[in-house]
DNA sequence: AAGCAAGCGAATTGCGGTTT
DNA sequence: AAACCGCAATTCGCTTGCTT
């Protein structure tokens, strides 16, 4: 049995096998996890029923790090090994329309929402997942640039807005204040990128209210990109900014509020530098 | 250099719940 | 009743670092 670390050939065989379960899954087609392990078995290296499950969890929890769905029933399973992200790495090479397709196959159900979005805490104020796991994400995070993606998913942050938008509508509506409510602007539509902020709002209280919307289909804790300008507003109108993470956008939106200082919640680090001539 | 302890990652077994 | 599925506590064994 079980002879050693798992080799990249089998790691391929298992991550090509977990994607055909996952399109099945996503598809809403009924599919036999026992009958795909069967399969899968005599091309292994003589493992154990055991370690093909374990695997699949590890493969659930490289997906977490990415930011993607992964197979329910699949609990992520941490101290994977770097070889296993590699080989998801070399698959989603392989199948690069995978990523790319449009969110909201199984969004068919949820679609019921109320306007409002279900605010919860910064993941700073509420409790931490163990430290080693939280490594492992950012690094599987780090290792695809899961923020460079969302960044340039120009379709992503846009749906973000407009979800926002909604949101903050219903807020004031359900304020009682239908005046401000219709002052709404969202002006990164109406002016493009450059203000600092996407949409202009108000509290209930009538205070303006300048709102950033960062959008990720990933848990809460995946890493976004700031521009210098961004933070630069946030630092001037630091009463009025706020910067509205939403996650968890093509399941089932949910969402958390940043408020300046910004370093007082996250880390920033400079990703790209300024090269000029002297 | 060898022996020993500690730590850590990998994997397995077994159990409880669910579906057919 | 039997098969199937999901899950987690726990064990195993290897590596690494420390001591003598």
Not at 8 to 23: P, W
Not at 158 to 180: F, K, N, P
Request: aromatic content about 10%; charged content about 25%; hydrophobic content about 40%.
């Amino acid at each position: 049995m079980a002879s050693g670390p798992w080799t990249d050939e089998e790691n391929d065989l298992i991550v090509a096998d977990y994607f055909a379960m996952l399109a099945d899954d996503i598809a809403g087609r009924r599919y036999s996890k026992a009958e795909h392990r069967r399969a899968l078995l005599p091309l292994l290296n003589d493992r154990s029923e055991g370690s093909v499950e374990f695997k699949h969890q590890n493969i659930s929890a490289v997906l977490k790090g990415l930011g993607e769905d992964w197979i329910p029933g699949y609990k992520p399973a941490f101290n994977f090994q770097m070889t296993l992200v590699d080989a998801v790495a070399r698959w989603l090479d392989l199948h690069p329309d995978w990523l790319g397709r449009l969110p909201g196959t199984r969004l068919a159900t949820g679609m019921r929402e109320a306007a409002q979005i279900w605010i919860a805490p910064p993941p700073t104020l509420s409790n931490q997942p163990p430290p080693q796991e939280l490594d492992q994400m950012l690094h599987v995070a780090r290792k695809f640039d899961v923020a460079g993606r969302d960044e340039r998913n120009r379709a992503l942050g846009r749906a973000g807005e407009e979800r926002v938008l909604a949101h903050e509508h219903a807020t004031l509506r359900a304020a009682g204040r239908e005046d401000l409510a219709r002052k709404v602007r969202w002006v990164s539509e109406e002016e493009g990128d450059g203000a600092g902020y996407d949409i202009a709002s108000y509290a209930p209280d009538g205070r303006p209210r300048l709102i950033e919307v960062k959008t990720t289909n990933g848990w809460e804790r995946t890493p976004f990109h700031i521009t210098r300008n961004e933070l630069a507003v946030a630092d001037e109108r630091r009463a009025e900014w706020c910067l509205f993470r939403m996650w968890n956008f093509s399941r089932e939106p949910r969402a958390f509020q940043l408020y300046p200082p910004l370093d007082a919640h996250v880390s920033l680090t400079p990703t790209s530098f300024q090269a000029s001539f002297n």
